[in-house]
């Protein structure tokens, strides 16, 4: 019974912990926000990338409730930032495509925030245990895990669209050197024959 009470206090510690994680299509001169509600003394990490479209370029920034902003990029492929909640209410993140009027974007975020445990919720007598240490480690090494393979599978999306676009392009050059050779073919085989044919002059 004790363990399974030190393992139910340990889920409420790592519960704090939480993550958002979406992507979603931006259009061409469009702008997409998100808020979250949270508390001040929140700690938070932001980290986005442009999967495909344009130059993979997109302008994000972040404001706090009153309207201060706390990050602003533009024209970034990636990047990552960690802050600090000061004040209470909805916070916001932008990301924008509007100086693009032709490409539209598609975009990763993962935005990380930590809140600080309730100490009445969290309330443990005795120390940690090594179960608890055990738990702990492993909930951190899968969590380390997951960003990896998330990373991975950004990499390998990113990768595969530009071979797309590649191979896509190449086709189109292929094409058009056909269509040269067969045009140039043409004339020089219609050249040719004009030398070989019988011109009769009519008197």
């Known amino acids: 019974m004790n363990i399974i009470l030190k393992f139910f206090h340990l ?4 519960k704090f912990s939480q993550s958002i994680e979406l992507t979603f299509e931006l259009p ?33 920034s972040i404001q706090d409730p009153s309207g201060k902003e706390l990050y602003k990029e533009t024209k970034k492929q990636y990047d990552n930032h960690a802050f600090t909640t000061a004040i209470e209410g909805p916070f916001k ?13 598609v975009v990763y975020f993962d935005w990380q925030r930590s809140d600080k445990p ?6 443990h007598a005795g120390p940690v245990t090594e179960i608890e240490n055990s738990a702990k480690n492993i909930n951190d090494k899968l969590k380390n895990i997951d960003d990896f393979q998330t990373h991975h599978r950004l990499r390998e999306a990113t990768g595969r669209k530009r071979a797309e ?7 189109l050059w292929s094409l058009g050197q056909t269509c040269v050779i067969i045009l140039i073919g043409i004339g020089q085989v ?10 009769r002059t009519n008197y």
């Open 28 to 60: 061409d001169n469009a702008v997409e926000c998100f808020y979250e509600d949270m508390k001040s003394g929140v700690e938070n990490v932001l980290e986005y990338q442009v999967i495909t479209g344009g130059q993979y370029d997109v302008d994000v």
């Open 11 to 14: 889920i409420l510690l790592l």
């Open 118 to 123: 309730d100490p009445s919720q969290t309330k």
């Open 165 to 171: 676009q590649l191979n896509e392009r190449v086709m």
């Open 190 to 199: 219609t050249l040719l024959k004009s030398f070989f044919t019988d011109r």
């Open 93 to 105: 993140v932008c990301f924008s495509n509007e100086f693009s009027s032709f490409t539209h974007k």
